[in-house]
């Protein structure tokens, strides 16, 4: 079973092993940047989503502000052990697969917390959101700076960057969007 984990996170061929097909290396790294840029976005709408759902988990007496600004506290607490540790990890493993399962817990958790009512479930869901949270952003820089060259890293990188604010427009506008008409639960699952 471990051996099959293992194989399952293998880092794949770099890029000096493909680089005989130009044209292939180019789809490659287009392929690359996209899947970083999109999947670091999405990553933001599964971040942010409490924020778009606070006022209505207050009107609806589901929690306090106090208890709020707890759940809230335990993603950013987890999100920087996370950010530490899966550092270490995306150097060493596929981040194709690291980013994917990351995003998925992250999603996984989302709509687990439409279904909830109790605060101490907001707060050990939030915080495993935080840790899956933390598994985005060392992959996507991995990614670029094993695909990219220095002279052009650069501006893949900027380009990348934006990436948050997509996430942050899409669940600012979106999420709100579902919750104005279908309530705070589906601000978890929209």
């Not at 890029?15 to 292939?24: G, S, V």
């Not at 150097?91 to 687990?112: E, Q």
């Amino acid at each position: 079973m471990i051996k099959k984990i293992m194989k399952f996170f293998s880092p794949l061929p770099s890029k000096e092993k493909l680089a005989e097909d130009k044209k292939h290396l180019k789809k490659l790294q287009w392929s690359v940047f996209l899947s970083a840029t999109i999947g670091y976005g999405l990553y933001y709408v599964c971040r942010l989503s409490l924020s778009v759902v606070k006022k209505p988990l207050v009107d609806g007496g589901i929690l306090t502000e106090n208890e709020l600004g707890i759940v809230g506290s335990a993603l950013f607490f987890t999100y920087a052990a996370g950010k530490f540790a899966n550092g270490f990890m995306a150097d060493r493993i596929n981040i194709k697969r690291f980013m994917a399962i990351g995003l998925l817990i992250s999603a996984l958790v989302n709509i687990t917390l439409g279904f909830s009512h109790s605060f101490w479930a907001f707060v050990i869901l939030w915080g495993v959101n935080g840790w899956a949270q933390s598994m985005g952003a060392p992959a996507s820089v991995v990614g670029l700076s094993r695909w990219f060259t220095d002279k052009e890293r650069g501006s893949y990188y900027g380009f990348w960057s934006a990436s948050h604010n997509i996430g942050e427009a899409l669940t600012f506008i979106a999420t709100a969007f579902v919750v104005s008409i279908a309530g705070w639960r589906w601000g978890f699952e929209a």
